[in-house]
């Protein structure tokens, strides 16, 4: 979580912070074979050098972006899930519970769907 440590300091608001912090956390500690990686200002995770997972903050939501191969793959629970989102990333609220398992589906996916792929993002 150190990688994280200079980003989660710059969210002001200290609730977001904790949210943030608290997904970041729950990703490490599921998935502890993934790097955690800031990149582009986003933290996310990398399995072998490839993305699998990244997140964002704005003034409304925490976005969680498993590419679009992956919102995709999901997009029926994604919408049951309730959360608003675009071809490329999930948008969770600040006051909305983190769905863990859809987190967790997205993030299996990835690993298993990109064994063998040798770029960060999908061709």
């Not at 964002?56 to 994604?78: C, N, T, W, Y």
Request: net charge negative.
């Amino acid at each position: 979580m150190e990688v994280f440590a200079k980003y989660l300091a710059r969210i002001d608001n200290p609730e977001h912070r904790a949210r943030t912090e608290e997904v970041l956390a729950w990703v490490t500690k599921k998935f502890p074979n993934l790097a955690p990686k800031l990149a582009w200002n986003q933290p996310m995770f990398t399995d072998h050098d490839t993305f699998i997972i990244g997140f964002s903050v704005s003034k409304r939501h925490l976005a969680v972006a498993p590419e679009r191969a992956g919102m995709q793959h999901f997009s029926d629970e994604i919408v049951q899930s309730g959360y608003d989102h675009t071809n490329e990333l999930v948008r969770i609220p600040w006051g909305s519970p983190v769905d863990f398992s859809l987190l967790e589906k997205f993030i299996e996916f990835n690993i298993l769907d990109k064994a063998d792929c040798p770029t960060f993002w999908r061709k």
